[in-house]
């Protein structure tokens, strides 16, 4: 996959001049940009180029962000995907999360900052060849390249979300992580105590991770956090 210069890019923004404004400022940086306006041109643009992320506003006539976004997701699990929207709460943020998204942009917002998140996402969807490319812990394999699990050797599907929630833990095994913690780093958001969005994501990852292994990863340390280990 293509990382940083001359990756290809789809914006999809219903706003002419803020298409506009969003492709004249990412060509500049040599990143080659085509633009729907509308999420049925969206998915079209999608379905005939092997793009290396997605800018997608979610208030889009007809087809929405949302359910482009699930839409992308279900054919290409692992492609990055920026969602762009006036609306700024931490629901809104946690609904375009669950239809796919990878990071949240809310309206009106800096170029630059647009740019970093950008190049973070790319980055991201391309690990460093001089990193480790698998996290391991005990028969849990999480690769990064191929931004896949395995359990004992079984490839185990994981959604954008689960996936980046698995590697935090993964980085972190052995200590405990808050739900403070994993709203900022995996989320990008503050922790909102009248959600319980991260125990819904951890019990998925439960479900796919430890359901059918006698050796349980993911333990609950109640009042504190959840932590991934062995024993």
Same mark, same amino acid.
């Given at each position: 996959?293509?990382?940083?210069?001359?990756?290809?890019?789809?914006? #999809?923004?219903?706003? +002419?001049?803020?298409?506009?404004?969003?492709?004249?400022?990412?060509?500049?940086?040599?990143?080659?940009?085509?633009?729907?306006?509308?999420?049925?041109?969206?998915?079209?643009? $999608?379905?005939?180029?092997?793009?290396?992320?997605?800018?997608?506003?979610? &208030?889009?006539?007809?087809?929405?962000? /949302?359910?482009?976004?699930?839409?992308?997701?279900?054919?290409?699990?692992?492609? +990055?995907?920026?969602?762009?929207?006036?609306?700024?709460?931490?629901?809104?943020?946690?609904?375009? $999360?669950?239809?796919?998204?990878?990071?949240?942009?809310? *309206?009106?917002?800096?170029? /630059?900052?647009?740019?970093?998140?950008?190049?973070? %996402? /790319?980055?991201?969807?391309?690990? &460093?060849?001089?990193?480790?490319?698998?996290?391991?812990?005990?028969?849990?394999?999480?690769?990064?390249?191929?931004?896949?699990?395995?359990?004992?050797?079984?490839?185990?599907?994981?959604?954008?979300?689960? $996936?980046?929630?698995?590697?935090?833990?993964?980085? &972190?095994?052995?200590?405990?992580?808050?739900? #403070?913690?994993?709203?900022?780093?995996?989320?990008?958001?503050? $922790?909102?105590?009248?959600? &319980?969005?991260?125990?819904?994501?951890?019990?998925? %990852?439960?479900?796919?991770?430890? *359901?059918?292994?006698?050796?349980?990863?993911?333990?609950? /340390?109640?009042?504190?956090?959840? #932590?991934?280990?062995? *024993?």
């Amino acid at each position: 996959m293509t990382s940083g210069l001359n990756a290809h890019l789809l914006v #999809v923004e219903d706003e +002419p001049k803020v298409a506009t404004f969003i492709k004249k400022g990412l060509q500049t940086q040599a990143y080659t940009v085509d633009v729907a306006l509308t999420g049925e041109e969206g998915k079209r643009l $999608f379905d005939t180029m092997p793009y290396q992320l997605v800018i997608l506003d979610v &208030n889009l006539p007809g087809l929405s962000g /949302l359910e482009l976004a699930e839409y992308i997701r279900s054919q290409r699990s692992r492609l +990055p995907i920026l969602m762009l929207t006036a609306l700024d709460t931490t629901a809104d943020k946690l609904l375009g $999360f669950e239809a796919g998204a990878d990071d949240y942009l809310a *309206k009106p917002f800096d170029f /630059l900052e647009l740019l970093a998140r950008v190049k973070a %996402l /790319l980055r991201r969807s391309t690990p &460093n060849e001089e990193e480790s490319q698998v996290l391991r812990v005990a028969d849990l394999e999480l690769d990064l390249h191929q931004r896949v699990a395995r359990r004992r050797g079984e490839t185990i599907e994981l959604t954008a979300r689960e $996936f980046a929630l698995l590697e935090y833990l993964m980085r &972190n095994a052995g200590r405990v992580v808050s739900r #403070v913690d994993i709203a900022e780093q995996v989320w990008d958001i503050g $922790f909102d105590t009248g959600t &319980n969005v991260i125990d819904v994501y951890i019990s998925y %990852l439960r479900a796919k991770i430890d *359901k059918d292994s006698p050796v349980k990863l993911i333990h609950t /340390l109640i009042g504190m956090g959840y #932590v991934l280990k062995e *024993k």
